[in-house]
């Protein structure tokens, strides 16, 4: 389904439908601060298998992330945050930033790296923001398929494209065609591994 969100000012009715499909093991792709997304509740494992399928790729291989709400998951999902680095963390959030962060036995296993790390996002998105606040945990979030590298920003195509292997569609305006900036910050001083949208001084 596609479903018309006000990328400002979303309806609290629209919101807690999104939440729902997501609470049953729903797939949804939705807006944030760079680009479009395909995510899912982090409880629901055939709802990860389902991205990871649509990706094609497999589960350890791949490249998933955390959407939060804010920095107060950091301390179930990650472990050794220190002082300098969330000070660092809040410096950038909400941001079109991705941080790869040492994982907790917390994250499911199906989410965690050889390397034992986890990506952590805090978009600065207000539909983002309403759905994670509505859920009250973070999402699983993925970058979308790509061809030829074009990443699609128009909702309409992107119904058109996925309609018939996600659940729903927000539809939140265009999006950009730039992805987030990740930092690794397993090691000291974080370091940037993929330049994106987000610049760090």
């Known amino acids: 389904m596609l479903l018309e969100i006000h990328p400002k000012n979303p309806d609290e009715r629209k919101v807690k439908q999104i939440v729902a499909s997501l609470q049953k093991g729903g797939v949804i792709i939705y807006p944030t601060d760079t680009v479009y997304g395909i995510g899912c509740d982090i409880e629901h494992p055939e709802a990860i298998e389902r991205i990871c399928h649509i990706k094609g790729i497999q589960s350890s291989k791949a490249q998933l992330s955390f959407l939060c709400n804010d920095l107060s998951h950091l301390s179930e999902f990650t472990k050794s945050i220190n002082t300098p680095l969330y000070r660092f963390l809040k410096q950038h959030v909400p941001g079109p930033y991705t941080f790869i962060l040492p994982a907790s036995k917390k994250v499911p296993k199906l989410l965690r790296t050889k390397k034992e790390t986890v990506g952590i996002r805090v978009p600065n998105n207000p539909i983002s923001h309403a759905i ?52 690794d910050c397993v090691i000291s001083p974080p370091e940037i591994i993929r330049q ?3 610049i760090v001084e």
């Open 132 to 183: 994670l606040k509505e859920l009250g945990r973070p999402i699983l979030s993925a970058s979308l398929p790509t061809e030829n590298n074009e990443i699609l920003n128009d909702p309409f195509e992107i119904y058109e494209k996925f309609q018939h292997v996600v659940d729903f569609v927000i539809d939140g305006g265009l999006g950009g065609v730039t992805p987030s900036t990740i930092i």
């Open 196 to 198: 994106g949208l987000g």
